[in-house]
């Protein structure tokens, strides 16, 4: 006759509902707090690298967790910093923006703002006695850019006038004034039959030069031309860029979050968000230049 075991299921059941009892009865246990989120920026794009811990602290207070900036000398560490995942999120001048967007399909959390808006143009100019309407009558003038790597004073205007059907190189007599305002000045001195600035360069000579906008007249505009961004790195989670964005573009809309962007990365300074698309251009450009 086989002998019964004992059986230990009672004993089982009666240790688990202790087990309950017990965890319903403890307090609480406090959530583990997050690990800092990290942010990197340029020291080259900061009006006064030593307030990063200010826009920590107000990052800090709206996102409800640590938050550490780094300023870095180089811009090229910061792709580095995204794509190793040192840095949670970094602030990219436009070009580096457009080539790690292209290369590493990084998520876009926001654009810079500046004076109101996340872009800008490029501001086709020439002499009003000159007739012109539009990039197609510039063959054959004397044309001005601002320097080699400036984006709405050379970079983006060469690509958009090669598409007019103007060639550069061959079309136009060149030169590089060295100054949005050097432009304008050099075509109301009839130095240049036209040229290109940032929109509108005329403002800034007009007050030597009342009669500029009579002298100097505007034919055209280019695409926008996006302002820096912050971009976040592979695998972070989509809420957390978003509370970042939300945090970032709430702290251009108050005075209180105003006052430290533009004591940190300088005056009217601010985010705002926009789609990847914007940096397009940027990349043509990248392709074509560099």
């Not at 900061?46 to 602290?57: D, E, K, L, V, W």
């Not at 967007?101 to 810079?112: G, K, N, Q």
């Not at 100054?179 to 050099?186: E, M, N, P, Q, W």
């Not at 971009?231 to 005075?255: I, K, S």
Request: charged fraction near 20%; include cysteine; proline fraction near 7%.
């Amino acid at each position: 006759m086989r002998k019964q075991g004992t059986d230990v299921r009672p004993l089982l059941i009666a240790t688990a509902l202790g087990a309950l009892i017990l965890a319903a009865c403890s307090p609480p246990q406090p959530d583990p707090t997050p690990d800092p989120l990290v942010f990197g920026v340029p020291s080259v794009l900061t009006a006064n690298p030593g307030q990063a811990a200010q826009f920590a602290a107000e990052l800090e207070r709206r996102l409800d967790r640590p938050v550490t900036v780094q300023t870095v000398d180089r811009a090229v560490d910061l792709t580095q910093s995204l794509e190793d995942g040192t840095f949670d999120f970094a602030h990219l001048p436009p070009s580096m923006t457009a080539q790690t967007i292209a290369a590493l399909e990084l998520p876009l959390v926001a654009i810079v703002s500046r004076g109101g808006g996340t872009t800008y143009r490029a501001q086709y100019n020439a002499r009003c006695d000159l007739g012109l309407t539009g990039l197609g009558d510039l063959a054959g003038l004397r044309f001005g850019f601002v320097s080699n790597r400036s984006a709405s004073g050379h970079l983006v205007p060469y690509l958009e006038l090669t598409d007019a059907g103007i060639d550069p190189e061959v079309d136009l007599t060149t030169s590089f004034a060295g100054s949005h305002d050097a432009v304008i000045l050099g075509i109301y001195a009839n130095d240049l039959d036209a040229g290109v600035s940032w929109e509108d360069a005329r403002v800034a000579v007009s007050g030597d030069h009342p009669d500029v906008n009579d002298v100097v007249c505007v034919i055209g505009y280019s695409t926008p031309i996006p302002n820096d961004a912050v971009l976040a790195r592979a695998g972070l989670g989509a809420d957390v860029r978003t509370a970042m964005q939300e945090a970032l573009v709430a702290m251009t809309a108050d005075d209180a979050g105003r006052a430290v962007l533009n004591g940190f990365l300088g005056s009217d300074v601010g985010y705002g968000t926009g789609p990847a698309s914007l940096y397009d251009v940027m990349i043509r450009v990248m392709e074509e230049f560099y």
